[in-house]
């Protein structure tokens, strides 16, 4: 397992903790990372940014109250004293020009991509031109199985974050609880997600640790 740690800079973190509800969200956070990646260089001081390159591949942001995760679909490479490089493959290398193309297009085009994708996906192509990498990074990012999950501590709306709320009990007599103050959510859209309560704070590398099917399968009676 390979481990490289960054520190985000103020505008990545107030856009990636921000509440996320769709896909195209997702994407535009994952081209933000990669931007932010290349001016960057690794360290294990106050690193909130955390790529694991495994079996899986995925980025995690860390904040005090948050553990935000998706799959990662690139290769990071670091050296000594020099910015990040983040390939697509082993040969192409990802591009500030690439990013902006690929801005470029899920800017003027994603929002429509639902309702009408014969026009979305024809004028993409006369975008890309001729650009093969273009095409390469952005199908990667549209095919790309996101695989988000999140760690949240969420006192403003929990159930059982203050004592203030009274709960119901369920037909065993325990606290009928929805909002847990520990609880890990799974999937972003309003219609799918879920999710999953625990008893006290996690932090990411026992995130890691559920996610990395390597290590020992955890139950979720260690956690709740």
């Known amino acids: 397992m390979k481990i490289y740690k960054f520190k985000m800079s103020a505008f990545l973190k107030n856009r990636i903790f921000q509440p996320c509800r769709s896909r195209d969200q997702v994407i535009r956070n994952l081209i933000e990372t990669v931007r932010e990646l290349l001016i960057s260089q690794p360290t294990d001081k106050d690193a909130d940014l955390v790529v694991v390159r495994a079996k899986f591949q995925r980025v995690f942001y860390i904040s005090e109250n948050k553990i ?5 679909p690139f290769n990071v490479v670091t050296a000594e004293n020099l ?8 040969e192409i290398e990802i591009t500030n020009k690439l990013l902006s193309g690929a801005d470029s297009v899920i800017n003027a085009h994603f929002s429509n991509s639902y309702s009408d994708f014969d026009s979305f996906f024809t004028s993409m192509m006369e975008e890309l031109e001729i650009d093969e990498r273009l095409w390469l990074l952005l199908k990667s990012i549209f095919m790309l199985e996101d695989s988000y999950i999140r760690y949240d501590i969420d006192p403003k709306h929990a159930d059982d974050g203050n004592g203030e709320k009274k709960l119901s009990l369920d037909e065993h007599g325990k606290p009928f609880i929805t909002h847990p103050l520990h609880h890990i959510d799974v999937f972003y859209s309003p219609e799918q997600t879920f999710k999953i309560g625990l008893k006290s704070k996690i932090n990411y590398e026992i995130l890691l640790d559920i996610i990395d099917s390597k290590t020992k399968c955890r139950m979720l009676s260690d956690y709740t």
Do not use: A, E, G, K
């Open 83 to 90: 910015p990040t490089t983040v390939m697509l493959d082993d």
């Open 68 to 72: 935000y995760s998706t799959n990662f």
